[in-house]
């Protein structure tokens, strides 16, 4: 098992930056793929990036590209989730999940049995 705590969140202008991060528990994190997730008010919760368990391959949503970029450090049981440019409409609690496999496409958040609790982010306009 692992367990999951974000951090990093907070308040920003439009056009600001921030960086979360995801510490995991445990002596197996590289074994596990990370993915990073959203969920604005009233809204699904939304797929936004994932890395392999090297790093070496990485996912973005369309609304992030270009903008977001996730990364990992094994060595420190942390994921990464630098976020340049944001919007208003980036507005959400961001949640990183993990599973050994996740099941499903890259976007499932149903693939993950492993979720922390969240961290808000709040871009102003």
């Known amino acids: 098992q692992v367990q999951l705590v974000e951090s990093g969140g907070g308040l920003v202008q439009a056009g600001g930056s921030l960086r979360l991060s995801c510490a995991a528990s445990g002596r197996t994190f590289s074994r596990y793929v990370v993915g990073w997730f959203r969920q604005a008010p009233g809204k699904e919760r939304e797929f936004v990036a994932r890395?392999?368990?090297?790093?070496?391959?990485?996912y973005y949503a369309d609304s992030v590209k270009g903008r977001f970029t996730i990364s990992r450090e094994n060595a420190k049981n942390t994921v990464y989730l630098q976020m340049n440019s944001l919007k208003p409409e980036d507005t959400a609690v961001y949640y990183c999940?993990?599973?050994?496999?996740?099941?499903?496409?890259?976007?499932?958040?149903?693939?993950?049995?492993?979720w922390g609790q969240g961290t808000q982010v709040t871009v102003s306009s």
């Open positions: 999940a993990a599973d050994l496999d996740p099941r499903g496409t890259v976007i499932s958040v149903s693939g993950y049995d492993y």
């Open positions: 890395i392999s368990r090297s790093g070496g391959t990485t």
